[in-house]
């Protein structure tokens, strides 16, 4: 995958969680770009952000950290090959913040 690629594929990985917490009216920022930051009623954040040396987008959470990189048109987890929109749904459901649907 190029560079451009990469940031193309990663750009709109990253809009389509922004619009999935808009919708789940969760409380997020971003203040950089390739950057979103979910915070919670109970003071933390799970932080999405595109990694693009390693060509991954990483996710730090209450529970972990998480690095998934681009097969067949989807992203999954380098451990364990979980799909990122259901690893992220879980971690935000675990860290107090409801159903979140893609």
Do not use: C, Y
């Amino acid at each position: 995958m190029t560079e451009a690629e990469f940031n193309q594929a990663s750009t709109a990985t990253l809009a389509r969680i922004e619009a999935a917490l808009e919708g789940a009216d969760l409380d997020f920022e971003t203040p950089a770009d390739g950057i979103i930051e979910i915070e919670f009623d109970d003071g933390s954040k799970i932080i999405v952000n595109r990694h693009g040396v390693a060509q991954e987008i990483w996710v730090a959470a209450r529970s972990g950290g998480f690095h998934f990189k681009p097969a067949n048109g989807d992203w999954v987890d380098t451990k364990d090959g979980t799909p990122l929109f259901d690893k992220l749904a879980a971690l935000v459901a675990g860290q107090g913040g409801g159903p979140l649907g893609f």
